[in-house]
């Protein structure tokens, strides 16, 4: 059974850090690029930040770029993303998500508010 646990949301003034983790399991992790994304009330779910399975690149949107840096344990099954210098514009529900390398396997968790105040 597959399962995308996502913690470590919540709410934070501007300019603070939060740092979200996802714990995985039930699929073999390092084939799989792991991937934060984010909606915000209103708007499309946006791709915020990437890691490949197992060469460790990475992707960030530019609106969260040199402020959030995404990272993973393969040893530990786990994906995190530390955000800091946050902005109110970083309000929205993040979500973890397991893009598969080689079949078109793609799984998502539930979801964590992060709430960022002026």
């Known amino acids: 059974q597959v399962q995308l646990v996502e913690s470590g949301g919540g709410l934070v003034q501007a300019g603070g850090s939060l740092r979200l983790s996802c714990a995985a399991s039930g699929f073999t992790f390092s084939d799989y690029a792991m991937r934060w994304y984010r909606q915000a009330p209103g708007k499309e779910r946006e791709l915020v930040a990437s890691i490949h399975g197992f060469n460790m690149d990475t992707y960030y949107a530019a609106s969260v770029k040199d402020r959030f840096t995404i990272s993973r344990d393969n040893a530990k099954n786990t994906v995190s993303l530390q955000m800091n210098d946050l902005k109110p514009e970083d309000t929205a529900l993040y979500f973890c998500?397991?893009?598969?390398?080689?079949?078109?396997?793609?799984?998502w968790g539930q979801g964590t508010q992060v709430t960022v105040s002026s």
């Open positions: 998500n397991a893009a598969s390398h080689y079949s078109g396997n793609n799984y």
